[in-house]
Nanobody, 124 residues
């Protein structure tokens, strides 16, 4: 299974950005999916996750109400729609997948497949 994330870039505070993650090499509906991020000098942290069936989406408190995680099963793609971006959202964003999980999980060790990351920089 391979995950290819894209869509990062430099934006200003208050802007919106959409990240994409294409999942290939497996049956898309067979994976629970997640987004994590890692800011410079900090540990990787949970952002959002969706269950294998496409429901049960959960979000970190820091992004709740600003981020959404839709998916397009026809394109084997999951998105991270980010609105009202803040400088503290600056990080490398990673998409991840698990064939073992049925429901969404905020624990990184539960995911066995990881993309390469895409950098989001939010200027103040």
């Amino acid at each position: 299974v391979q995950l290819q994330a894209s869509g990062g870039g430099l934006v200003q505070a208050g802007d919106s950005l959409r990240l994409s993650c294409v999942v290939s090499g497996g049956r898309f509906s067979g994976y629970a999916l997640g987004w994590f991020r890692q800011a410079p000098g900090k540990e990787r942290e949970f952002v959002a996750a969706i269950s294998r069936g496409g429901g049960g989406t959960i979000y970190a408190d820091s992004v709740k109400g600003r981020f959404a995680m839709p998916r397009d099963t026809a394109k084997n793609t999951v998105f991270l729609q980010m609105r009202h971006l803040r400088p503290e959202d600056t990080a490398v964003y990673y998409c991840t997948a698990s064939s073992r999980l049925i429901y969404s999980s905020l624990t990184s060790r539960n995911y066995e497949y990881w993309g390469q990351g895409t950098l989001v920089t939010v200027s103040s």
